[in-house]
């Protein structure tokens, strides 16, 4: 009889870089192994509405702060973890609403990162959002049908 290694079913890579908006490389690593276009599309775009939001409000653009970002695998889901350390985003300003205004210069961030990703988290404190979506259920949605 011959022994299969078990494959690990849940992984966890942790990524603890400086505040900075120069967001590509990371944002490539991060999204790396979700290898469906169209997830990978979304998910993209609501890390790094995510990532942006950890820069300027949680960290106030100050470069010797640190960003931490977890991705954690799991047979089922995608997910990341994004942490600053700023004081947090009050419980109230957590709502995934478009701003009243059209033309307003922000407040569209949380609506986006909302429509991004299956389910999303705050940390009590609200210094740390947890972003999940659901793997995809077949080769057909890796095409992006």
């Not at 890579?13 to 790396?32: G, M, N, V």
């Not at 775009?45 to 470069?63: D, F, M, T």
């Not at 947890?130 to 992006?144: E, F, K, N, T, Y």
């Amino acid at each position: 009889m011959v022994s299969v290694p078990q494959i690990a079913r849940f992984r966890w890579a942790d990524f603890i870089l400086p505040s900075t908006l120069q967001l590509s490389p990371l944002l490539e690593i991060l999204i790396e192994p979700v290898g469906c276009l169209t997830t990978c599309q979304r998910v993209q775009l609501g890390l790094h509405e995510a990532l942006v939001n950890a820069v300027r409000h949680g960290n106030s653009e100050n470069p010797e702060k640190r960003l931490r970002v977890r991705r954690i695998l799991t047979p089922n889901w995608l997910i990341w973890q994004v942490q600053d350390e700023g004081s947090g985003l009050p419980h109230e300003a957590r709502q995934p609403a478009l701003p009243e205004q059209m033309d307003a210069l922000s407040g569209r961030g949380l609506f986006l990162i909302h429509q991004c990703f299956d389910d999303v988290r705050w940390s009590r404190r609200g210094n740390r959002l947890q972003l999940a979506c659901r793997r995809p259920i077949s080769d057909v949605d890796s095409q992006g049908l």
